[in-house]
């Protein structure tokens, strides 16, 4: 089946400064990442996803980069703020069906 | 509308125990998963519902873990025999099966927190 892995495990930013989470997936077959959010005692959220026929994609501060030859995604965090500070979840797909997740990147911004 | 609901929201319980943790789904959802997730740990994947196809079970720790999901909604899973290492937070999600290259978004409730005493 697919295995995720995800890095790094901890990461500690200032405000302001860019933060950079990998995923690296092993289904050549998987073809939709999306990337989560869990915020402390909340639920994960969805905040960005791409498909395999994209890149690249972006929205405001956080963007997804994909590299389907290397079978790699990132997160791109962009002048990072406190409220960014949460556990981060990248996860792989093919299409409609099981997800498998990494086992999350803690980011703390620090003020 | 409506999001993922669980039910308790928490609950306690004595080793030995058997206990059950119910997941509402978004109406019209097919997929529903199961994970378990202890303090500051990642998403374990327990189980997976899709449609009327056969689940995957393949992440249940042990023969103590089940779970049905009934009439396509609703699902329960069930802990027989609880142990203290079976506390954590249980959580439930659902996604809409879309066609394909569609978003496989995973909605998730708010969880169960179980704490075997």
């Known amino acids: 089946g697919e295995n995720v892995e995800q890095h790094p495990s901890t990461l500690s930013v200032q405000e302001g400064d860019s933060a950079v989470i990998k995923c690296t997936y092993s289904?050549?077959?998987?073809?939709?990442f999306p990337w989560y959010k869990q915020e402390l005692g909340k639920r994960p959220q969805l905040i960005i996803d791409i498909r395999s026929n994209v890149g690249e994609k972006k929205d405001q501060r956080i963007a997804v980069t994909l590299n389907k030859t290397a079978k790699h995604f990132s997160l791109h965090i962009t002048e990072t703020q406190p409220e960014d500070s949460a556990v981060y979840f990248c996860?792989?797909?093919?299409?409609?069906?099981?997800?498998?997740f990494g086992d999350g990147t803690t980011l703390t911004v620090k003020p | 509308g409506a999001g993922v609901s669980q039910s308790p929201s928490n609950k306690v319980t004595e080793k030995g125990k058997d206990v059950e943790l119910r997941c509402d789904p978004i109406?019209?959802?097919?997929?529903l998963y199961w994970y378990r997730q202890s303090l500051g740990q990642g998403l374990e994947f327990l189980i997976y519902f899709q449609g009327n196809s056969a689940p995957d079970k393949s992440g249940l720790p042990s023969d103590r873990f089940s779970a049905e999901r009934t009439g396509g909604s609703v699902s329960t899973l069930t802990i027989q025999r609880t142990q203290q290492e079976d506390s954590a937070v249980y959580l439930c999600?659902?996604?809409?099966?879309?066609?394909?290259?569609?978003?496989?978004?995973?909605?998730f409730g708010p969880g169960t927190r179980l704490t075997v005493l």
């Open positions: 996860a792989a797909s093919i299409g409609a069906g099981k997800s498998t």
């Open positions: 999600a659902s996604s809409l099966r879309g066609l394909a290259g569609g978003r496989n978004e995973q909605f």
């Open positions: 289904d050549s077959a998987s073809n939709y």
């Open positions: 109406s019209g959802h097919t997929a």
